[in-house]
Every structure is written in structure tokens, then in C-alpha cells.
């Protein structure tokens, strides 16, 4: 799942880079520029929500060992 969720990461983050090279920062809300900041938002959206999945998945494994 570790490896899984790395990969799913690495191309969020990709997606990221990408729709920022795509930004017209000249007129940031128009036309094609907004895509790309809609598709930044939502790969960052992707990357937290990943980072807590995971997270989530070590406590649960810790509490697992303890009992």
C-alpha cells in the first residue's frame, strides 16, 4: 500500500508541475490559465488527502501492534 500510495503522490505532484507551466501569470483567471489552476488545486487536494491516508494507516498499524 506504501508503494501504491508513493506513486500516486509522485504523479499527483507531476500534474502539479505541469499545470503550473501551463499558468499565464499575467491573466491567472482566464481562459486555459484557469484550468490549470483548478487542476493545481485538485492535485494538491490529491497530495493531502494521500498524506493523511497514509498517516492514518501508521497509527492504525501502531495501535494494532500494542494490543
Known amino acids: 500500500?506504501?508503494?501504491?500510495?508513493?506513486i500516486l503522490v509522485i504523479l499527483a505532484l507531476v500534474l502539479i508541475i505541469?499545470?503550473?507551466?501551463l499558468l499565464d501569470f499575467n491573466h491567472p483567471?482566464?481562459?486555459n490559465s484557469m484550468v490549470a489552476?483548478?487542476?493545481v488545486a485538485a492535485s494538491t487536494c490529491a497530495v493531502l488527502?494521500?498524506?493523511?491516508?497514509?498517516?492514518?494507516?501508521?497509527i492504525e498499524e501502531k495501535m494494532n501492534d500494542k494490543f
Open 49 to 58: 488527502i494521500l498524506l493523511i491516508f497514509r498517516l492514518s494507516k501508521n
Open 37 to 39: 489552476c483548478i487542476g
Open 29 to 31: 483567471l482566464e481562459g
Open 18 to 21: 505541469f499545470n503550473i507551466s
Open 1 to 6: 500500500m506504501k508503494i501504491f500510495t508513493n
